[in-house]
């Protein structure tokens, strides 16, 4: 989980450096973002599962 949060970081701060409202506003997003994918990765693990 917290390499995608790294990366979502990361992605921010690169964005954040051409985008006009700046570091922190891009480095929020990428963090939710990668926070997101994560959440969705777990999403599809725990579909397969059946209760037994």
Do not use: C, D, S
């Not at 006009?20 to 990428?30: A, D, E, F, Q, R």
């Amino acid at each position: 989980m917290w390499w995608k949060l790294l990366i979502g970081a990361i992605v921010g701060l690169l964005v954040g450096h051409f985008v006009t409202p700046g570091y922190w506003l891009w480095v929020i997003v990428g963090l939710v973002a990668g926070y997101l994918a994560e959440l969705w990765a777990q999403r599809g693990e725990n579909t397969g599962q059946t209760t037994g």
